[in-house]
């Protein structure tokens, strides 16, 4: 079995527990009240609003809540709730807690705030929360939360009033942070979208935004198609990677917008939320690799959800444009070619089909511009619509516009289009009434054209990563290791040594201690040769004249000896500090690119692939993989880098030199596995010559454990 699948089932597993939070019987109140705008009195009337089963509030003060049946503590309870909620002072929590254990309470959600997001005192009190989940196997969904709602059920387990109307729909929205979770699902709510469940997570001690998107995807009766997440900081990053890949076994989507990417913004989520900060390339590549779609802003999150809710899933990526304005058909173009979209034009027979529905001063190229001629006939835009939605030439498509001012006659033909095709079918509608409108009639609308393409965009986004997901990729290892784990700096020589043995071409190269052996080495190659000093403590050789190119003749390689040996000296930091002179081939000039290993404590061995040479610290641009990957993950690497560029450009790379990218970065994913005492590899520069690709320098870094 893969260790993909046992990932999943262990979810699957954890998640069943879940299941008497999101559909509790009986609910008890912890700090219940009869102030109705306190928040224990807030509380028992949303409850009271929707929830059918039995409430239970628990506060010595009150024989009776809001006119129910209150009682003194847990313990006095006639059932025992299948969830508590709790309101009270944060020093009384974990005593609460323990009584919630004592009673056999499964799920409790604590709304207080004052713990680990507060500082030492706090950290103190949660800490001791923690034990006692860790003990007792409660599940607790908090602290520092505002709860959630199941829309689907028809209870809403929270002190806030949820800004938007009960609809029940097939969105879920998670957010550590209340106010953002709130503010998304309120967004969504506003253009006519329906949801089944919100969350706010808070200071995740126990439950994390991952396990219970995971929870949601599996669930038989509250299972979401999307569920939009918001992230402050990363808590038991596995439940978040193990949903996705759940959700995207079984047809569903996670939408992740994380925050907190900027320096100042990492300070800001560990005051908010003490939550665990992870490498924001590392966690992105490891969503990509587990299905997930990762957005960078709010509206984008919305976006992209309300694409994804829309339910149909594009073969290609060949988006049709469809437009009544030759502006807004440019725009779109435009956005298309800016993510990677292509907008293929049609062929003969399609435009031959498509010239008799389009004025004469239309456009039946791709953006098909049909005019603002339909403002006084209608009558063949439902033709072409359908003409442009059964056409095998396009895999989406959107179209533009549907003003307020045009009879609803003319918004039903839109409408008609997305139902005559199977395809991914979008409308641009700026006005707020028309967008709640459509979506009322099962059309999605997007009030930016350019939002409504790069929304496209992810679709495609989302079927690339399936397909990379179908790969399951695993590695094990193929030898047995070789390096202890002693801390020390491998140099060139021995680095290059041990990379080539995993099908990484090193140029020819020899060690030498003497400006004769320097001689009767260059002697063998053809050509010019280079020449290095090779030394564990100078890993950055060229900072200080360490590299000596284009050396032609006896003299110029004696010189370079003698050079070189004066410049180790001179940096070497002590007497007995070990070094000798490379001679090596010099490779002819090309792409320099950079492949590197490290070992991140979070998610483990990554791969990468950046620019090489001296660029490399000053175009902060790369490609990661997270350990395992298979050569599908590994060619999108290659294909990304530089928005495409590396493979498009007419100086870009060849197939062949491709390849070897590909067997490269393969290559230094089972050194990883097969050396686990290495900590991090640099391949820099990994220099690409027609269709050659050779490792010109490398440094291996070995942890120590000894």
């Known amino acids: ?62 024989e009776t809540v809001q006119s129910i049946p209150a009682f003194s503590s847990i313990a006095d309870v006639e059932v025992t709730p299948d969830l508590v909620l709790i309101a009270a002072r944060s020093d009384t929590v974990p005593d609460l807690l323990d009584q919630c254990v004592e009673k056999g309470v499964p799920n ?75 503010g998304a699902a309120g967004l969504l709510r506003d253009e006519g979208l329906g949801l089944n469940f919100w969350a706010a997570t808070g200071n995740e001690l126990d439950l994390t935004a991952g396990e219970l998107a995971g929870a949601l995807v599996d669930s038989d009766h509250d299972a979401p198609d999307v569920v939009a997440i918001v992230l402050e900081g990363v808590n038991n990053v596995e439940h978040l990677l193990a949903a996705g890949r759940r959700a995207a076994e079984l047809g569903k989507q996670l939408v992740v917008f994380k925050v907190g990417r900027s320096e100042a913004g990492a300070r800001a989520v560990v005051s908010h939320t003490a939550s665990v900060m992870v490498e924001s390339a590392i966690f992105e590549a490891a969503c990509e690799q587990s299905g997930i779609i990762l957005v960078d802003d709010m509206r984008k999150l919305v976006d992209t959800t309300k694409a994804f809710a829309a339910g149909r899933r594009p073969r290609g990526n060949r988006l049709a444009v469809v437009s009544g304005s030759g502006g807004m058909g440019v725009l ?22 498509l010239a008799g529905l389009i004025p004469s001063f239309g456009s039946t190229g791709n953006p098909i511009d049909f005019t603002g001629n339909v403002i006084n006939d209608q009558s063949s835009l439902a033709e072409l619509l359908r003409v442009v939605g059964a056409s095998d030439e396009f895999d989406a498509v959107v179209v533009s516009g549907i003003p307020k ?95 080539s043995r995993y099908g990484i071409d090193t140029p020819a190269e020899c060690a030498v201690g003497s400006a004769e052996a320097a001689w009767q080495a260059a002697r063998r190659f053809p050509g010019v040769t280079v020449m290095k000093i090779n030394a564990a403590w100078l890993p950055h050789k060229s900072d200080v004249g360490g590299i000596l190119l284009d050396l032609r003749g006896e003299a110029a390689v004696r010189r370079a000896y003698e050079q070189l040996t004066e410049v180790a000296d001179r940096h070497a930091p002590g007497p007995d500090a070990e070094f000798d002179i490379l001679v090596q081939e010099q490779v002819p000039s090309g792409l320099e690119l950079m492949a590197g290993l490290v070992r991140d404590p979070v998610f483990g061995p990554v791969v990468s692939l950046a620019g090489g040479g001296v660029t490399a610290e000053i175009v902060a641009e790369n490609a990661v993989s997270v350990v395992p990957f298979g050569p599908r993950r590994a060619r999108q690497m290659v294909e990304s880098l530089w928005a495409g560029r590396l493979i498009r450009h007419h100086r870009g790379l060849s197939p062949a030199a491709v390849d070897a990218v590909v067997q490269a970065l393969l290559g230094l994913q089972q050194l990883a596995v097969d050396e686990p005492a290495i900590d991090e590899a640099d391949i820099n520069p990994l220099i690409v010559t027609g269709d050659r690709v050779i490792a010109v320098d490398a440094l291996l870094t070995i942890g120590g454990t000894e």
């Open 332 to 353: 779109m173009s435009d956005a298309a070619e800016d993510v990677g979209l292509t907008l293929p034009q049609p062929s003969d027979g399609l435009r031959s089909a």
């Open 108 to 182: 409790v959600a604590i709304f207080s705030s004052g713990f680990a997001e507060t500082g030492a005192a706090g950290s103190a009190l949660q800490q001791r929360m923690s034990q006692t989940v860790a003990r007792s196997g409660i599940r607790l969904l908090g602290p520092n939360c505002l709860g959630f709602a199941n829309f689907r059920r028809g209870f809403r387990a929270t002190f806030t009033k949820v800004p938007f109307e009960e609809k029940d729909g097939n969105i879920a929205v998670i957010g550590q942070s209340g106010a953002m979770g709130i």
């Open 405 to 499: 001012t045009l009879p609803d006659s003319y918004r039903q033909t839109i409408l008609d289009g997305m139902h005559a095709t199977d395809k991914p079918y979008f409308a641009y509608a700026h006005q707020q009434e028309v967008l709640v409108d459509m979506a009322g009639r099962g059309l999605t609308c997007f009030s930016d054209a350019t939002a409504m393409v790069h929304a496209c965009r992810k679709l495609v986004q989302a079927q690339t990563q399936r397909r990379i997901l179908d790969e399951a990729a695993t590695v094990t290892a193929s030898r047995q290791a070789e390096l202890r784990a002693v801390r020390r700096v491998v140099a060139e020589r021995e680095a290059k040594e041990i990379v």
């Open 1 to 62: 079995m893969g260790a993909e699948m046992t990932d999943i089932l262990t979810l699957i597993e954890e998640t069943m527990t879940l299941h008497t939070l999101l559909d509790p019987q009986t609910i008890a109140v912890i700090g219940a009240s009869d102030n109705a705008e306190s928040v224990g009195g807030r509380i028992i009337g949303q409850l009271k609003s929707g929830y059918t089963g039995r409430i239970q509030p628990i506060n010595p003060k009150y």
